[in-house]
Nanobody, 128 residues
Framework: QVQLVESGGGLVQAGGSLRLSCAGS???????MGWFRQAPGKEERDFVA?????????YYSDSVKGRFTISGDNAESTVWLQMNDVRPDDAGVYSC?????????????????????WGQGTQVTVSS
């Protein structure tokens, strides 16, 4: 049974920084882990960033490129999302997701249906 548990969300001032963590357990082989954001009032989750299990490749949405950094520790099955220069429109529920197995780069897996396992989410609130 694969489980993903996020932590690190909270209130951050615009321009500030926050670091989210996602701890995975269970066996899911060679994987890609991604972060998604569900903005307030929206049903769909937007892709934020993804990383391969060996940190070989990473991919970011245009809206966070240059501000957010995804990193991972395969031995611990943990992925982090360092959020810098946070903006009000970064607010929302951040969920990590994992996909067991892949045949293309991270750029290929940017929708929710590309992932098999999900965490419960962690709230990020941005004050302006």
């Amino acid at each position: 049974q694969v489980q993903l548990v996020e932590s690190g969300g909270g209130l951050v001032q615009a321009g500030g920084s926050l670091r989210l963590s996602c701890a995975g357990s269970g066996r899911f082989g060679d994987y890609i882990m991604g972060w998604f954001r569900q903005a307030p009032g929206k049903e769909e989750r937007d892709f934020v960033a993804a990383i391969t299990y060996n940190s070989d490749t990473k991919y970011y949405s245009d809206s966070v490129k240059g501000r957010f950094t995804i990193s991972g520790d395969n031995a611990e099955s943990t992925v982090w999302l360092q959020m810098n220069d946070v903006r009000p429109d970064d607010a929302g529920v951040y969920s990590c997701a994992a996909r067991g197995g892949y045949y293309a780069g991270c750029w290929y897996y940017t929708t929710g249906r590309d992932y098999d396992y999900w965490g419960q989410g962690t709230q990020v609130t941005v004050s302006s």
